[in-house]
Structure formats: C-alpha cells, structure tokens
C-alpha cells in the first residue's frame, strides 16, 4: 500500500517530463497538418492510441506509483489550461499554434496544389461539398480547410 505513495523519482522530475513530452508532441502534431486534427481516419485512430503508448515510458520514467501518475495528469491538463488561456489572449500565438485556415476552392476553381499540401483527398472535398449541396465544383463560391480540420464550402448563389 506505501508503494502507492512512493515516487520513483523526485516531484519536479514528472513535471519536466510532463512538460517536455508535451510540448514535444505538441510541436509533432502541429506539424502534422490540421486533417489530423479534425477529420480522424481509422489510421489516424490508430496514431493517436500508439503516440500515447510511445511517449508513456518518456513521461513516466521507472516510477509505478498512483501519486506520480497523478502529478504527471496534473501537470498536462495544467499545460492545456495554460495554452488555452494564453492563445485565448494572443492572436499571433493562436494563429502560431492552430494555424490559419486554407482556401481550397473559390469560384468554382479547386486549387488542387492547396489540397495535396494539405493532405486533403479529392474525396474529402466531395464529402465536404455534398454536406453543403453543392453538385459540381461550378457551385462551390468558397471553400476553407478550416483551423479546426473540417472543410467549410459556401455554395454560389444561384442566377
């Protein structure tokens, strides 16, 4: 029952970690593109469950106890408060850390270049414009990748 309590290394050790590995991954899954945030594929799944087996032995170190793993979850969710109240108050750190959203269409013109730099599939946009109602590319007046990862089309007005 001590062995619950007992750190298998000191207090501010777990908080580095936390941080380190944070951040890390952070800068990993911004890198990544803003589809991997938003739109999540089997494969993505996938992913997001092995980054958090990969990176468990980095923030937990030897240590098995229930204190250190509970200073480890502290110190994220502070982390996540942190970044949240921070963009919330800096335009540029939020523009910085999601992004800005990308026109993929506007006028009826796809700018296919734009989709393959964003990972965006053909299909994806398909999707994305048959949720708006638009049948053909001629109907799409714009279309956004937006921070979030989900593909916004305003459809053209009709003559």
Known sequence: MSDLFDLGMPWFE??????AVYLVVFLLTRMSGKRSVGQHTPFDMLVI???GTAVQN???GEDTSLLGGLILAATLLLLNWLMGFATARSRKLH???EGTPVMLAREG???WDQLRRCNVSPEDLDVAMRSSGCKGHHQISLAVLETSGEIT???Q???
């Open 14 to 19: 777990f908080i580095i970690r936390a941080t």
């Open 49 to 51: 469950v092995l980054l």
């Open 58 to 60: 980095s923030l937990i």
């Open 95 to 97: 523009a910085l850390t």
């Open 109 to 111: 013109k796809v700018f």
């Open 153 to 155: 089309i305003l459809k």
């Open 157 to 159: 007005d009709a003559p």
